[in-house]
């Protein structure tokens, strides 16, 4: 016989089989589910959250691929209450995002556990620092091992793991995807690995859940590629008006 001719597939060779049912049983499902994930994350997201972590939080909306502004244009993502009866924010309420997820609400939260670590006289690389401590400070001490460091990033991860819950309730995006200093390089992978353990924690359990986090891949550049694009959409809407550039 030619080495063409056709032989039986063995059980061994086979990556899937058929049953007494005539139905197919894939004996790699983690390789189907990491394709069907794959594929996923490669198709256009047309509804999604952007949060950006700097000095303040900030937050974007696309939903069916429009850029929502609001009614007055004054959407604060950052300032929606993550801790009822919280931190006091300047903006006038109590418990805002931007008091906890933020560059600066991360220093506050660091200082704040080096007073407990005094008060109970424990050592802290926290308290080491020569100046004002920064909040990229306190994810490299968090990614050497210090313990209070590390929980200070949790406890930042949970409040913003609360903020992210009720955007994926509210307007359930494909994705919330991540921006800024905070966001960037290792200190960004350690958030997003402590995000997606709070999410997992909190969110509900009566549905799936399938909104994805993830780090922009433009990192700090992020909203000047942002707002690059937003000209490049009002610029195509002005001329398929027939107003040109009089809009802008």
Not at 66 to 89: D, M, R
Not at 193 to 210: G, H, M, S, V, Y
Request: one cysteine or more; hydrophobic letters at 35%; proline letters at 4%.
């Amino acid at each position: 016989k030619s080495d063409s001719a056709e032989k039986p597939a063995s059980s061994s060779s086979s990556s899937s089989v058929t049953n007494a049912n005539g139905h197919s049983n894939d004996r790699h499902p983690s390789e189907s589910k990491k394709k069907k994930k794959k594929k996923r994350e490669q198709e256009p997201v047309k509804d999604l959250v952007l949060l950006t972590l700097g000095t303040g939080v900030g937050a974007g909306l696309i939903l069916a691929g429009n850029l929502v502004s609001g009614a007055t244009g004054t959407i604060e993502g950052g300032h929606h209450i993550v801790c009822q009866g919280g931190k006091p924010c300047p903006c006038g309420q109590r418990g805002c995002m931007e008091q906890y997820c933020s560059a600066t609400g991360v220093v506050g939260l660091a200082k704040d556990a080096i007073k407990r670590c005094k008060e109970c006289g424990t050592a802290t690389a926290l308290s080491k620092h020569g100046g004002p401590l920064t909040c990229k400070q306190v994810f490299e001490d968090a990614l050497s091992g210090d313990e209070t460091a590390l929980g200070v990033v949790k406890e930042m991860c949970h409040y913003l793991a609360v903020g992210c819950i009720n955007f994926m309730r509210i307007v359930d995006p494909a994705v919330i995807v991540l921006a800024g200093g905070v966001a960037e390089g290792k200190s960004g992978s350690l958030l997003l690995a402590n995000l997606r353990a709070e999410i997992k924690k909190e969110t509900w359990t009566c549905l799936p859940t399938p909104t994805r986090i993830a780090l922009a891949s433009a990192g700090r550049q992020a909203g000047i590629v942002g707002s690059v694009a937003a000209a490049r959409m009002l610029c195509i809407k002005s001329i398929s008006e027939g107003n040109y550039f009089a809009t802008l």
